[in-house]
């Protein structure tokens, strides 16, 4: 029995150790059964190895909860919900005390303040898709399970999801590139997709190459006179979404933050790197549209 064909960074094992839902796929000296825990930072940065200085892979929200399978030296090493991604996760950020969520931050960023009034110092600066507990309404803001308040224009409930991923997509505009970022403060290519996608509804994985995979119908590579809002243009590790049939939106690192630009110059620009554009994909629910 071996891990053969299982991607590492959606199976949670190691050669000590993996979830005892692999038990019959992988072998290993321990297998866990993992204990669920909650994201209560802003944003928890999770890691491939254990070590601050580990490139970043991805970051968990607030609210997001973690199945941990092991926790050492300040480290948890789980898996997150959301997408299901595996990685060691700074034990601080997380709670074993879970609430439950009722609403999401649908604003591109808020701020929680220890009371309801403005001109109260914030207490922590939450992203889009955060996770809220809410316990009360209270004027223009909403009062949160442990403590806070968030203005209410802010927060949507869950199940409540914005009409056009590309329209929120737009609204990360200018903010910088930040590989692994998944915040309105910094993201990559990916996390612009995966967190507007979201917003609208509709459940994205990580990865680019993840979600070359995953998501939509195949589209000719060779007919850009097709193309129309909404579509994704994939290159080796990288994407980006079509606001109409010829200006492209990404998050990338020759800008260092997220634009627009004609399709032709990202084009362009990645032969001229030796990268090729590998697949365009249109999403089911924008087909007649």
């Given at each position: 029995?071996?891990?053969?064909?299982?991607?590492?960074?959606?199976?949670?094992?190691?050669?000590?150790?993996a979830?005892?839902?692999l038990?019959?796929?992988?072998?290993?000296?321990?297998?866990?059964?993992?204990?669920?825990?909650?994201?209560?930072?802003?944003?928890?940065?999770?890691?491939?190895?254990?070590?601050?200085?580990?490139?970043?892979?991805?970051?968990?929200?607030?609210?997001?909860?973690?199945?941990?399978?092991?926790?050492?030296?300040?480290?948890?090493?789980?898996?997150?919900?959301?997408?299901?991604?595996?990685?060691?996760l700074?034990?601080?950020?997380?709670?074993?005390?879970?609430?439950?969520?009722?609403?999401?931050?649908?604003?591109?960023?808020?701020?929680?303040?220890?009371?309801?009034?403005?001109?109260?110092?914030?207490?922590?600066?939450?992203?889009?898709n955060?996770?809220?507990?809410?316990?009360?309404?209270?004027?223009?803001?909403?009062?949160?399970?442990?403590?806070?308040?968030v203005?209410?224009?802010?927060?949507?409930?869950?199940?409540?999801?914005?009409?056009?991923f590309?329209?929120?997509?737009?609204?990360?505009?200018?903010?910088?590139?930040?590989?692994?970022?998944?915040t309105?403060?910094?993201?990559?290519?990916?996390?612009?997709?995966?967190?507007?996608?979201?917003?609208?509804g509709?459940?994205?994985?990580?990865?680019?190459?993840?979600?070359?995979?995953?998501?939509?119908?195949?589209?000719?590579?060779?007919?850009?006179?097709?193309?129309?809002?909404?579509?994704?243009?994939?290159?080796?590790?990288?994407?980006?979404?079509?606001?109409?049939?010829?200006?492209?939106?990404?998050?990338?690192?020759?800008?260092?933050?997220?634009?627009?630009?004609?399709?032709?110059?990202?084009?362009?620009?990645?032969?001229?790197?030796?990268?090729?554009?590998?697949?365009?994909?249109?999403?089911?629910?924008?087909?007649?549209?």
């Amino acid at each position: 029995m071996t891990s053969a064909g299982l991607d590492p960074r959606l199976h949670p094992f190691r050669p000590d150790l993996a979830a005892v839902a692999l038990k019959d796929r992988v072998r290993a000296p321990r297998y866990v059964e993992g204990r669920e825990r909650q994201v209560s930072a802003p944003a928890a940065p999770l890691r491939r190895t254990p070590e601050c200085a580990a490139r970043l892979e991805t970051e968990a929200l607030y609210g997001e909860l973690v199945t941990v399978y092991e926790e050492r030296d300040g480290w948890a090493w789980g898996q997150l919900a959301r997408d299901g991604y595996v990685g060691y996760l700074p034990a601080e950020t997380l709670s074993g005390e879970i609430r439950d969520r009722t609403h999401r931050v649908a604003a591109l960023r808020t701020h929680v303040f220890p009371e309801p009034a403005v001109k109260a110092p914030p207490l922590r600066l939450l992203s889009l898709n955060a996770g809220l507990a809410v316990r009360a309404a209270q004027g223009r803001f909403l009062e949160l399970v442990g403590g806070g308040y968030v203005a209410a224009a802010h927060a949507a409930p869950l199940g409540e999801h914005a009409p056009d991923f590309v329209a929120v997509a737009e609204r990360f505009l200018g903010t910088p590139y930040l590989w692994g970022g998944r915040t309105s403060l910094g993201l990559d290519c990916s996390a612009l997709i995966q967190l507007s996608m979201e917003a609208a509804g509709l459940p994205a994985p990580r990865d680019s190459d993840m979600l070359q995979a995953a998501l939509g119908e195949a589209l000719d590579t060779g007919d850009l006179a097709a193309l129309r809002r909404g579509d994704l243009v994939f290159w080796r590790e990288h994407l980006g979404v079509m606001l109409d049939a010829s200006r492209l939106l990404h998050a990338n690192a020759h800008h260092m933050e997220t634009v627009i630009e004609p399709l032709g110059d990202a084009i362009a620009r990645g032969e001229a790197e030796g990268s090729a554009v590998t697949a365009i994909k249109r999403l089911p629910a924008l087909g007649a549209s």
